[in-house]
Structure formats: C-alpha cells, structure tokens
C-alpha cells in the first residue's frame, strides 16, 4: 500500500460523503474494535460500499468471508442480502469473533450472520468434504500468504457466475520484480485460473490507495 497522499484522501472523502456515510451501527461498529484492541485493518467506508454494491449486483443469498475481524466488512455485505440470505465469516481468533458477534447483534444481523471460528484453511476444507451449498460470492481478507490456498477451495465453493472478492491486493511491492508477496501470488493465480475472468480495481483508501481484485467464475466451454 502506498504512504499517505492528501490529494487521494480527499478523494476519498469525497467519494465516502457522497456514497458511504457510516450510520451509527458502522460508527459504533469501529468504536467497539478501537475500545476491543483491534487493529485497524478494515475496509474502508467507501470499500464497504463497494462490497456492497457488488452483492446487491450480484444478487446474493449466500455470502462467504474469509476473515471476520470485528464484523465491519459483514455488516456491509450482510446488507445486500436477500431477505431469506445468509453469510458464514471464517475467523482464526475467538476474540475477533466475540467482538463481530456483538456488532453484527447491534446492527441487527446474527440471525443472518454465522462467525466460525478456526484456521479459514481447515475450516473451507470441511465445508467443501460436507459439499455445502454453494455460494454467491466470496470475500478474501485474512492473511495474505494465505490468499492462493483460500482461493482454490473458493473456486469451488463459489457457483458458477459467482464473484470471488480479495482484498488489499495492490501493495507495492507489485510492481517490483524482486519482491514476493501473498497479493503479488493471488493476482498471478486468478489470471492464470482458466475458470476465472478477474480484473483490479484501485481503492481509495485514507492512508493512500489500494486494490480489490474481482473474479467471475465462468467455466470455459469444452
């Protein structure tokens, strides 16, 4: 990620004041995570909007994260669901849990909202032997090494049309050619994946910009 640049935070307040507003429950969402010892790592308010937007596009009644935090991202897409929907968030720490569980209650979605706790490797293996149901859409932003063995089991997990979403994938040591990264790995892998049709895109971001990388599932045809 870049280093600070006031030009792009004012675009980015004013994008965010235009399109993303945070209501109370956001607010109050950040303030628990502040007040938990949380870092903070989340999307922004305007990636939160981008999120959004993107499950309302994309229809979603079945919503996969991989990487809870304190829940402020699933608010965001628990949003965009369908009204029958469901979102299942993958997080390794129980304390991370224990703080989404609390917002996602305030804001009125555990009963749409299921936080399981546990390494997000395991934890999507089990759910791919227990042939769960497919999803709409999968969200990547836990950690980055990470990032290419959670999208081979999202690959097949997601339903064919679905997205698959990664996060903070234009740090940058992209662009150098003698640096290795778990974002540098993904963004090779998706667009090499034959069953995927993928693109970046940049993402303001209050300390400098950085980049949601999004993929389509569409299996090639024989």
């Known amino acids: 990620m870049t280093g600070p640049d006031k030009s792009l935070e004012n675009y980015d307040q004013y994008?965010?004041?235009l399109?993303?507003?945070e209501d109370p429950v956001l607010q109050a969402t950040r303030a628990t995570m502040q007040q938990e010892g949380l870092?903070?790592?989340n999307v922004s308010a305007t990636g939160g909007q981008l999120l959004y937007l993107l499950a309302l596009m994309n229809g979603a009644r079945r919503i996969l994260e991989i990487g809870t935090l304190g829940g402020y991202s699933a608010?965001?897409?628990a949003r965009a669901l369908q009204a029958d929907g469901a979102l299942i968030s993958l997080d390794i720490d129980a304390h991370h849990a224990a703080v989404a569980r609390r917002n996602l209650a305030q804001a009125?979605?555990?009963t749409q909202v299921e936080v399981r706790v546990g390494?997000?490797?395991a934890t999507l293996t089990a759910m791919a032997q227990a042939r769960e149901a497919p999803f709409d859409l999968v969200f990547i932003d836990a950690?980055?090494?990470g990032y290419v063995a959670y999208l081979q089991q999202a690959v097949a997990l997601v339903r064919e049309g679905g997205l698959i979403?990664?996060?903070n994938t234009l740090p940058d040591e992209v662009l150098d050619a003698n640096r290795d990264s778990g974002a540098k790995r993904y963004n090779a892998a998706v667009a090499a994946h034959p069953a995927l049709v993928s693109s970046i895109v940049p993402v303001l971001r209050r300390q400098g910009f950085d980049g949601l990388t999004i993929s389509i599932k569409r299996t090639p045809r024989t």
């Open 15 to 17: 994008i965010s004041q």
């Open 19 to 21: 399109f993303a507003v």
């Open 39 to 41: 870092r903070p790592i």
């Open 75 to 77: 608010i965001w897409l």
């Open 108 to 110: 009125g979605l555990d």
């Open 119 to 121: 390494p997000a490797l």
């Open 143 to 145: 950690d980055k090494d």
């Open 165 to 167: 979403l990664a996060d």
